[in-house]
């Protein structure tokens, strides 16, 4: 997104023809910056939207990262798989639930092997030893289970239907940014500004103790193929 870093499409000819609709100058309030985005020249596939936030942390600081999860009440418009790490009677109940993927050593041993076929992973915590050497694997790709993120819990069925209606973690990065989609632009603005509100809500939810000063600094929001757009974020501290 164009105020917190660039866009990979940047060169394209739809991209720059986009960017002439928008005024790079202007704070939008989330009603027009949705509708703007709802305009612009479209890609022929479905565009997620991204909403990048700016806090004011210290990112250097491990007091002040800035982490968490949320169900965005209307989803992300795209199918989750779902493995997660159990035993015994666990691994049908997450199955029943509608993991695509359950069980302990075997997925372990398959995941060391390189296979990564899965979205979001959770585990019952008496599993955690096991998976715990995967931490390297899985960790730098944000895929590890976490009891902050409430992934993992031996109430398995209900972290698995969170994940499956849309549930998205979120993390401040080096820059004290944090970088969250929420949803397709097929969802319209309505179903999008819901789902921008909760996410927000969420990282205002998250703000750390230490943390002092304006802590929503700026925001912009963005769909896969187009420019940024500056999001008023005024009413959120």
Do not use: C
């Amino acid at each position: 997104m164009d105020d917190v870093g660039g866009n990979m499409f940047s060169g394209s000819k739809r991209y720059r023809k986009n960017a002439e609709k928008i005024n790079r100058d202007k704070v939008y309030a989330i009603d027009e910056a949705l509708q703007v985005l709802s305009s612009l020249e479209k890609a022929k596939f479905d565009e997620t939207v991204e909403v990048a936030v700016r806090l004011g942390i210290d990112p250097k600081k491990t007091d002040q990262m800035v982490r968490g999860a949320v169900v965005l009440p209307n989803g992300l418009g795209k199918p989750v798989r779902v493995l997660v790490f159990a035993k015994g009677e666990k691994v049908k109940e997450a199955l029943d639930a509608g993991a695509d993927y359950a069980g302990a050593e075997d997925l372990v041993e398959k995941i060391e092997g390189g296979w990564m076929e899965f979205d979001k992973t959770a585990a019952t915590p008496d599993v955690m030893g096991i998976v715990s050497k995967l931490g390297r694997v899985l960790g730098p790709k944000g895929l590890m289970p976490n009891p902050k993120l409430g992934t993992v819990s031996f109430d398995i069925a209900k972290v698995v239907k969170e994940q499956k209606a849309g549930k998205v973690e979120f993390r401040s990065e080096k820059a004290g940014i944090v970088h969250a989609p929420i949803g397709k632009l097929s969802f319209g603005p309505d179903k999008l500004k819901e789902n921008f509100e909760t996410l927000m809500d969420a990282i205002v939810r998250a703000k750390p103790r230490t943390s002092k000063g304006v802590y929503i600094r700026s925001a912009s929001i963005s769909s896969t193929m187009s420019p940024g757009l500056k999001v008023n974020v005024s009413g959120y501290k």
